[in-house]
């Protein structure tokens, strides 16, 4: 069975001003939940911060990839649970080239990509499992766009705030990414001074607390 939910609009003009700065690290220091392991980028540097448009398909059927790209905006990051698949690919040339002409942010795909090389010269944004010629079909089994899906073990809603840069991907839904985007900016801003007090000779172990465990 097929099913298709309204595009969710979860990520505010706050949140994507606030984590246009904010790199996925500086919220790792806070919190183990939420981040995608096991994705890698396509290519480096790559960053880009959107409002999660979710596709859950079967095995070998990626029906459902090719209908979200109707309903993707400018801003929105494509992610993509294949059930497990880990050996096909369902994303190459031709969807990066419609997402990329729609100003998605970025593909997320938990599973493999094809046509690496075209995406990469397209410069659009994709993180995957890694790269495989062998693909999905246009089956008509079923898949679902829009509905929560399991990624890397989290949970994504559609309209959650995705984070991803060269370190990695960080998700959150929109109600704690404030609290998690405030505190990140403070720790990114509060480097200057911890490197002025690097250079005036203190040292990382006294400033960072880990002094203490060796008193
Ligand atoms: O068509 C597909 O599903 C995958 C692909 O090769 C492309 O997007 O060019
Ligand atoms: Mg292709």
């Not at 979710?54 to 990051?77: C, Q, Y």
């Not at 419609?98 to 970025?106: N, P, Y």
Request: with cysteine.
């Amino acid at each position: 069975m097929f099913c298709i939910n309204s595009r969710v609009q979860g990520v505010t003009p706050e949140l994507f001003s606030m984590y246009n700065e904010v790199m996925s690290s500086t919220i790792g220091h806070m919190t183990d939940f939420g981040f995608l392991k096991g994705l890698q980028p396509l290519f480096r540097p790559i960053r880009f911060v959107g409002n999660a448009v979710t596709v859950r398909i079967p095995h070998m059927d990626s029906s459902a990839v090719h209908k979200a790209l109707d309903i993707v905006e400018p801003g929105d990051v494509l992610v993509i649970d294949m059930s497990g698949d880990t050996e096909r690919s369902c994303w190459g040339g031709i969807c990066s080239y419609i997402a990329k002409t729609k100003k998605a942010a970025g593909v997320i795909v938990a599973g493999c990509v094809n046509d690496v090389q075209e995406i990469i010269d397209l410069q659009l944004p994709v993180f995957s499992l890694g790269a495989s010629p062998l693909t999905t079909r246009i089956l008509g089994i079923e898949g679902e766009i829009n509905t929560t899906i399991s990624v890397c073990g989290v949970a994504v809603h559609p309209g959650d705030l995705i984070i991803a840069d060269s370190d990695g991907v960080f998700v959150a839904n929109p109600k704690d990414a404030m609290g998690y985007g405030v505190k990140a900016v403070e720790i990114q801003d509060g480097e200057a001074e911890l490197k002025r007090k690097l250079d005036a000779g203190i040292s990382l172990a006294s400033i960072s607390g880990a002094d203490k465990w060796f008193e």
